[in-house]
């Protein structure tokens, strides 16, 4: 089974950054996709971002310009950063991470709170 562990949440001023990582326990080169999702309390979990592990990324309109996403292959580790957040931000934020025959590993999450 593999572990993927989030850290980074915090509670921040709107405008702020926050810098979400996602560190697996094996090589993460081995994950053909990797990607952040967020889920706010009575919504749907969503799609933040994404990235291979070729590098493409895609992200959510409502974070473009706003939020990175990419892989660390040597500290097996995935991050998220975030500037200019706002409070429709707020959630919990979720790693996921795909095998190329789509196995599918989720973390347990970790909150992030934009509020003044």
């Not at 959510?60 to 975030?82: C, H, P, W």
């Not at 196995?103 to 003044?116: A, E, K, L």
Request: hydrophobic share 35%; proline share 3%.
């Amino acid at each position: 089974q593999v572990q993927l562990v989030e850290s980074g949440g915090a509670l921040v001023q709107p405008g702020g950054s926050l810098r979400l990582s996602c560190a697996a326990d094996r090589n993460i080169f081995s994950f053909y996709s990797m990607g952040w999702y967020r889920q706010a309390p009575g919504k749907q979990r969503e799609l933040v971002a994404g990235v291979t592990n070729g590098g493409k990324t895609n992200y959510a309109d409502s974070v473009k310009g706003r939020f990175r996403i990419y892989r660390d292959n040597v500290e097996n580790t995935m991050y998220l950063q975030m500037i200019s957040l706002k409070p429709e931000d707020t959630a919990v934020y979720y790693c996921n991470a795909q095998t190329i025959i789509k196995d599918d590993y989720w973390g347990q999450g970790t909150q992030v709170t934009v509020s003044s």
